[in-house]
């Protein structure tokens, strides 16, 4: 048995799957002068093979993703016959007499070189999808199969070191029963996918890629962070009842759909969910959500691996839109940067650097990319309460710059004769902290806030957010934190705005008595949490909440705010002690 930190709730049972980015060894020979015709032979083999093995992936992205996101390997498949790749690698096989595998790569190279260069964001997308069938078909030259959890066929357990956010987002997940990785924490993107998809999950487990072969029996315990590796038969059976209790419990909440999250004494706060890709907008509603308080905008990017166009998001927006009506929804503009980004998206490395060019700074770098996104989200405006708020503001100036933008967009669209809601609620994403510290100036220009925990713990405490090897030391409840989270919402009052909350910490039942004795006029989670949550709100009163504030403010260690608030959540909602992770289980791992 393995102790991680759980991801995701759920128990899974099922065989392992070892998935594991391979990181190929490309031969360079010559061949016989006799042989150049089988090389090119061998060549033309693998460009078969790829091809099939596209059309089989079309073929299944058609059923599972609507919209059109099949139409990548369309592209793909046209490159396969494109000259300016297919003749000129063979051409130079017979010129130079080098092995296939390095003529594909060196074609290739020049070819994204020069697409990259071209200045059309368009074109130079297409270097990506270079880069993908290539990378296909020197698999297939060097005989090599290749991982792609988008193809699996049977339902397994992923086991991985790390996954990234695109390998989550082209997970199938009807084959995908849970996932343990070796990293990562609850904040990691990896995980907050997880419980997006409702997959069963634990991470930080440190060396279960090691310890797990291809088809072990394995028990995901998404509850407690535990993994068990071949577990005898009674322990299945222990699991298989397990898995039924929790099913049960998940059902008994769903009676709360209806209802609203009003506390005993009638004091009303909004529970709207997190989503990540457009297909989560159903479960939004499933869940009994008020709306999307917050849409991640990146996977629109990331997953699709080239830049999507300003019609593609104006159609998700709307139809997002249009789903939840009359409820609102928040779109966030594009966050790449930290563990979320594109990779056909060529900045300098700094983009995956938590510190780097990355949320409204990459965008406000890349004007063409953000001003298509706003025109998007001005002309989906229209169609029901849509709102922007901007990701990792961190002075007044940066989010006028960001405004500045928007009113240029709203110009363009004017003269365009393009409808648009000229009212449209702009706000501010709080998560750094500096922009804590002048929420008083940026609620004067905002017209709300949205506390934004994942970051903000990570910049306040100087913890990465995904580092399991510190993950102790990330503390929600951390007595500073909670000064940070109460400045805000007094900031935000005092200038007559709403705040809301959407990091992770707003969907965690044991927190939310004091976010709401904190004031926080709306929780956003993913939407899986809202039952629970509501649960909580629905068993105490104000008053209690602002009680609970007072004496969790009195303590001086995260350590004794979280049995206070934990106690007093138990006594409220003691079902929910069954299938929480042992806290102080998951602190003394990092000790
Ligand atoms: C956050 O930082 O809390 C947040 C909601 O944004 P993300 O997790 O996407 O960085
Ligand atoms: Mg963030």
């Known amino acids: 048995m393995l102790q991680g930190i759980a991801a995701s709730p759920g128990v899974a049972i099922g065989r392992a799957f070892l998935f594991r980015h391979e990181e190929l060894d490309l031969p360079r020979y010559t061949v016989d002068k006799l042989a150049v015709d089988d090389e090119i032979g061998r060549f033309q083999s693998a460009l078969e093979e790829t091809r099939r093995e596209l059309e089989e992936i079309q073929r299944r992205s058609q059923q599972e993703m609507p919209n059109g996101h099949a139409e990548i390997f369309q592209a793909h498949l046209l490159f ?274 938590l510190m780097g060019l990355r949320g409204i700074r990459l965008c406000l770098h890349r004007q063409d990319i953000f001003m298509s996104q706003l025109r998007a989200i001005l002309r989906a405006s229209i169609y029901s309460n849509l709102k922007v708020m901007f990701p990792m503001i961190s002075s007044i100036e940066e989010f006028r710059l960001a405004k500045a933008v928007l009113e240029q967009a709203k110009l363009d669209l004017t003269s365009e004769n393009i409808p648009f809601d000229p009212d449209l609620e702009v706000g501010v994403m709080i998560e750094v902290p500096s922009a804590v510290m002048t929420a008083d100036i940026l609620a004067k220009e905002a017209d709300f806030f949205s506390i934004g925990t994942n970051d903000l713990i990570q910049y306040a405490l100087a913890v990465h957010r995904v580092n399991e090897e510190i993950a102790y030391l990330y503390e929600p409840l951390h007595p500073g934190v909670l000064r940070l989270i109460q400045q805000t919402v007094d900031a935000a009052h005092n200038a007559g705005i709403w705040i809301g909350m959407c990091g992770e910490m707003a969907g965690d039942p044991v927190m939310v008595p004091i976010l709401l004795g904190m004031g926080l006029d709306e929780l956003s989670m993913s939407p899986a949490a809202v039952p629970e949550v509501k649960k909580l709100i629905r068993s105490l009163s104000i008053e209690d909440a602002r009680e609970m504030k007072r004496q969790a403010f009195s303590l001086p260690t995260a350590w004794e705010i979280e049995n206070y608030v934990y106690g007093e959540a138990m006594k409220r909602f003691p079902e929910l002690l069954t299938w929480l992770s042992p806290r102080s289980q998951s602190k003394l791992i990092g000790l």
């Open 80 to 353: 396969l016959e494109d000259a300016m790749f297919v003749d000129e690698v063979t051409r130079r096989i017979r010129s130079t007499k080098a092995n296939a595998e390095f003529v594909v790569t060196e074609v290739s190279n020049e070819l994204t070189e020069r697409l990259s260069q071209i200045d059309n964001e368009y074109v130079s997308g297409r270097a990506i999808d270079v880069h993908d069938v290539v990378k296909r078909v020197i698999h297939n030259l060097l005989g090599k199969e290749r991982m792609d959890l988008s193809s699996l066929e049977s339902e397994v357990i992923v086991i991985a070191h790390d996954l990234s956010p695109s390998d989550t987002a082209l997970m199938n997940k009807t084959y995908v029963l849970g996932f343990a990785t070796d990293v990562g924490s609850k904040t990691s993107h990896t995980a907050i996918m997880a419980r997006a998809l409702e997959i069963p999950a634990v991470v930080g487990l440190g060396n279960i890629t090691s310890r797990v072969k291809t088809g072990d029996l394995v028990i995901i315990d998404g509850n407690h962070g535990k993994v068990l590796i071949n577990p005898d038969e009674t322990v299945v059976q222990d699991y298989l009842a397990e898995q039924r209790k929790f099913q049960e419990f998940e059902r008994s909440l769903n009676i709360l759909k209806e209802l609203p999250a009003v506390t005993l004494d009638n004091h009303y706060i909004t529970l709207a969910g997190n989503i990540e890709i457009p297909e989560e907008v159903s479960s939004v509603l499933e869940h009994g959500a008020k709306g999307i308080g917050l849409y991640r905008t990146e996977y629109l990017y990331i997953r699709k691996k080239e830049m999507p166009s300003e019609d593609e998001q104006y159609e998700s927006y709307r139809d997002a839109a249009e789903t939840v009506a009359p409820d609102p929804v928040i779109i966030r503009t594009l966050d790449l940067g930290g563990d979320k980004f594109a990779s056909y998206l060529e900045f300098s490395d700094d983009v995956d650097s």
